[in-house]
């Protein structure tokens, strides 16, 4: 049986997004099969072929939750947890009741908002395949989730939210081949690929996000690194206010909380 030692010792020279989580996911998973001979093989390739854990055992944990991944969706990084986290305190703070993921791939921000509040929760995301996991994730955590297979807004009617959160595709076409391997190789195209300056889904939500929220409603949408300066130039001229900068470990922007600059 290998210790926690030994296990944090065999990950140590990985170059992954959190060794921590890593470890948590590591261990999770050697625990709940026993460190079976299949577990242990599942573990070893992984660590020889660079495979993401996720990947490799076909789930991650995110806050706690077990949530299937496969080669359908990204598996959510560390930035989108900040994400969960923040947006699971602006529904409690201000007794929201009816949210939209928007891009929702794996189900994970849709789930932990489902799994934390009190609220009906709606996701949308445009692939059948994702689509298909995050209702397979929503049932495992018995969660009750209205999932829309949609363009971005287009199906989505007449209705009005509280709160819309977004993780969209973000990175820059011609960025794609320069990504680490680690990432290059293992996340669906249709997930990542943000066009040619890498916003151009953040350009639809910020034109078009205010129509589909309540007057006191607010907006939460994930960017990259680096693009925040771009982003708060769009913000400023489709009239949201910033609210709050979610920032990460190394004080990069890597989110914003918005509202209308009416309100
Ligand atoms: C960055 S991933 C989202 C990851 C997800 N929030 C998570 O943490 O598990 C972006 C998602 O946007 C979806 N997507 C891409 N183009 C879309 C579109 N035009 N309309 C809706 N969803 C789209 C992709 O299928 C993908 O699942």
């Not at 791939?105 to 908002?113: E, H, L, Q, T, Y």
């Not at 692939?127 to 929503?138: C, E, G, P």
């Amino acid at each position: 049986m290998l210790s926690k030692k030994e296990i944090q010792k065999l990950i140590e020279g990985r170059i992954t997004e959190d060794k921590f989580r890593d470890f948590k996911l590591v261990s999770h998973f050697l625990s709940q099969s026993k460190q079976s001979n299949k577990a242990m093989n599942i573990f070893f390739n992984a660590l020889k072929n660079s495979t993401p854990f996720p990947y490799a055992f076909g789930y991650t944990l995110v806050n706690g939750l077990k949530i299937e991944i496969t080669k359908n969706v990204l598996h959510p990084g560390p930035e989108t947890l900040a994400i969960i986290d923040q947006t699971i305190k602006e529904i409690k703070k201000r007794k929201f009741k009816i949210i939209l993921d928007l891009c929702t791939g794996s189900g994970s921000v849709a789930i932990c908002i489902a799994k934390n509040s009190n609220t009906s929760v709606v996701a949308v995301d445009i692939s059948d395949a994702a689509l298909k996991v995050a209702r397979k994730n929503a049932k495992n955590n018995q969660v009750n989730i209205k999932f829309i297979k949609s363009n971005m807004f287009s199906s989505l009617g007449a209705k009005k939210f509280n709160l819309i959160v977004s993780n969209p595709p973000y990175v820059m076409t011609g960025e794609i081949k320069r990504l680490p391997e680690f990432i290059k190789n293992f996340s669906p195209r249709i997930a990542i690929d943000g066009g040619k300056d890498g916003l151009y889904f953040h350009k639809i939500i910020l034109e078009s996000a205010m129509k589909y929220l309540n007057p006191s409603g607010i907006l939460i949408i994930e960017c990259e690194d680096g693009q925040d300066k771009k982003i708060e130039k769009i913000i400023a001229k489709n009239k949201w206010k910033i609210l709050k900068k979610i920032k990460n470990r190394f004080d990069n922007v890597r989110g914003f909380v918005l509202e209308s600059a009416s309100i």
